[in-house]
């Protein structure tokens, strides 16, 4: 198994797709950080106050931001799969490790060790912006307590992606197919539809997206789950779509 | 790399392989045997079954019925399959990366020192670009790179599906010497796959050739050539044809009377023929051996076994129109 994880992390750092996804969510974490600090204190068109530098309902906000991320390491997780399938390698692959299962398990686990640095990187890059911004602006948040918990689950939650992502790319194969379709899930779906729909908006907090909220919102902390309970719940989508994935798509002919 | 266990004879026996898609039978019942020590060419028309076969030899797909086993063991048994079967299938890799961090994947994955994709680099005359993009290859360098992978493991058996495609015609020389090297003189067991017997014909020691997803004929080379009709069969010219007749059948050979005065004489050599014509005084004019041709006799298996026959005239008379545009 260790030999097929390092083939992953080599398959990985061999082209430039982790590069571009890295540098696109340190943007991404470092932008929001940004523009949360500046418009902190503000009120806004609604006439609600944004929390102000200093505050911890600030901090905790502003440190909450690389959640955001989440959805390229995802990406990230999907391609790793897909493109096993979109460029063909799937069959030098299988024809190396016939029990595919395997390949499948040696990805779950090579992308969730990869994240780990990668999430790390977007975290700093998150606290580096937040840190001098907030700074400059006259209370730079102290990396304890509270504001240290979010981000533990903002970097958690990074990870955990990456490896949904794996398991989804299991899933659909298709990597068009299986990235628009995680965002229109993501962003339509959990992000308006369910919510505006009163009768099922509870459910949402059993979700991907409101699983991720848990581990890492501090705002609109409505009904939620606990952190390890939304981190927990996260990984089992993951899993759950890896193992239906190896089960019925994986193991499909390879023509 | 050359470990023991890598020159380890291996036989590939094919036993009642069958594989439908949908209304479509592409594999029936096809049972065939490759031998270690010699090149085996796997033959027929394209949409013959050739290619699900090989994949369904080597798990990739799976098989309505039968079984397809090395020493035994079918594919996915295998322990360490890398470094026993080579298979060169379409050519697949990632466009962006080098075709030397291709090899290392699988380097990696099988267990292999990353020494050996820079080996097989050299072994198939790639060396000079195994740093560039495998996606500026040329077919002929895809091609190299889908052998280099088989080599990878050292792998006592090698499978490949029309290798010769998009090799120009130094390429395909090359092929032909390189795969009669590794099954000669590495005693590997090598099974090729080609919809053209001229493209293998110099390379091959035996032929599986098959139609329509069956079985047609699985014979040596040698085999082929004199179990087919031409065989023995002796024309022979003369304007004494009666006489000449007489005078072989009473030597016990079959005779057939074809037209303007040729005798087809079958069973027997021209120098038999010319000295029986010779002892009983008749006058000769014409004195050959009929060879018909490779390539003929092919044909002649496989006519109308095409899944998706054309029905143009010169197509189905002239067996070297056969599809070239792959060549």
Redesign the interface.
Known sequence: MI??V??EW??LF???VWLGLLLGACAMAGGFAALFTGFAGRTGNDGQALPDVGTSAYEQAAFAVSANATVLLLILGIIGMT?EYR?????????????RGRVVAAKLLAYALAAVPIGLLVIATNVLVVEIYAGARGAAPSLTGDNLRVLAGAWAALVIYAVIGVGIGALLRNQVGAIVGALVYLFVVEGIVIRAIPAIAPLFKWLPGGALQAMTATLDATDLLDPWQGALLLIGYGLVAAILGTLFAVRR??? | MSSPSARQPVRVEVRGLSKSFGAVRAVSDLGFTVEPGSVTGFLGPNGAGKTTTL?MV?????PDAGTATFNGAP??S?PE??RT?G?V??T???????GR?HL???C????LPLSRADEVLTEVGLAEAGRRRAGGYSLGMRQRLALA?ALLGDPPVLVLDEPANGLDPEGIQWLRGFLRHLAHEQGRTVLVSSHLLAEVEQTVDRVVIVGAGRLVREASIEQLRSGADGAGTVLVRSPDADRLADVLRAAGSAVTREDDGVLAVAGSTPAEVGSRAFAAGIELHELRAQTSGLEEIYFELTAGREQFAAHSPAATTDPTTEPEAAR
């Open positions: 030999r097929l390092r083939a080599t398959k061999t082209t430039r493109q460029h063909r390698t799937a069959t030098p692959t299988f024809l190396v490790t016939p029990r002919d390879i023509t | 994949r080597l798990g990739l797909e799976r594919y996915a295998l399959p890398a079967v298979a299938l379409e697949a890799f990632h466009p962006a990366r080098s961090n290392r994947v699988y990696r994955a099988a267990g992978t």
